[in-house]
Nanobody, 128 residues
Framework: VQLQASGGGLVQAGGSLKLSCTAS??????????MGWFRQAPGKGREFVAA????????DYLDSVEGRFTISRDYAKNTVSLELNGLKPEDTATYYC????????????????????WGQGTLVTVSS
């Protein structure tokens, strides 16, 4: 599975961005996969942000982004998107999309270890 993330940039606090991740590869077509977004700020570990099940029926969010970020997926385009609204300086990080083989209908995985495939990351910088 190959993942290509895009959409990062510089935005002022309170602004919005939309990140996209396009998936390709035989495994993605053969197995239904949960998709997730993680982020990593300088000097910190990789942190779960949001995820969506293979069916799209279940989503999960980091508490601090719930209500501000929205994850969705487009099956026809093999993409997963993350809309970031009400951005705060503490949201500044490199954001990574990831894919995990998961059979759960409603509960996508949150742990870094559950995700087998990772994109290259896209930088989001929020100025105060």
């Amino acid at each position: 599975v190959q993942l290509q993330a895009s959409g990062g940039g510089l935005v002022q606090a309170g602004g919005s961005l939309k990140l996209s991740c396009t998936a390709s590869g035989r495994t993605f077509d053969d197995y239904h996969m949960a998709m997730g977004w993680f982020r990593q700020a300088p000097g910190k570990g990789r942190e779960f942000v949001a995820a969506i099940t293979s069916t799209g029926r279940g989503t999960d969010y980091l508490d601090s982004v719930e209500g501000r970020f929205t994850i969705s997926r487009d099956y026809a385009k093999n993409t997963v998107s993350l809309e970031l609204n009400g951005l705060k300086p503490e949201d500044t990080a490199t954001y990574y999309c990831a894919a995990a083989r998961s059979t759960s209908l409603y509960y996508p995985p949150r742990s870094v270890q559950a995700y087998e495939y990772w994109g290259q990351g896209t930088l989001v910088t929020v100025s105060s």
